[in-house]
């Protein structure tokens, strides 16, 4: 940023704007990144730390870039997160890709089911 060193901390907007995310992408990553912890001042105000911004780039990076999951970035260690590494490998019993699809269109239905039942009891 214009008018700040390396080593200043960042506003959120400031933060944001480095990282290419906006600023309420950064809050919800806060809450499912127990490595994102920005420091805070009077008020609440979040300030980033330089070590905050990279850890940001390399979240958004692994999660909009590589396609990678929150879960699959949760089991990343900050050094793999920060250093390119692999998540490691989901357990064999945890479904994937086409799965995945088969369940939420039967969970879907499921829920059109209940509340084309919820409507019936109530008339």
């Avoid at 912890?37 to 330089?50: A, H, I, K, T, W």
């Avoid at 900050?78 to 692999?86: I, K, P, S, T, V």
Wanted: proline share 7%; charged share 25%.
């Amino acid at each position: 940023m214009a008018g700040k060193g390396p080593d200043a901390f960042r506003t959120i907007s400031e933060a944001a704007a480095e990282v290419g995310a906006p600023p309420h992408v950064l809050r919800f990553w806060e809450t499912r990144f127990s490595f994102i912890r920005p420091v805070r001042r009077g008020g609440g105000q979040r300030f980033y730390r330089p070590r905050d911004i990279e850890l940001l780039a390399a979240v958004r990076r692994r999660l909009h870039d590589e396609g990678l999951s929150i879960r699959e970035v949760q089991r990343l260690s900050r050094a793999a997160l920060l250093e390119g590494g692999e998540p490691p490998a989901a357990p064999a019993n945890l479904p994937t890709g086409s799965s995945v699809d088969r369940l939420r269109a039967a969970l879907s239905a499921a829920l059109a089911a209940k509340t084309r039942l919820d409507a019936l009891l109530h008339h």
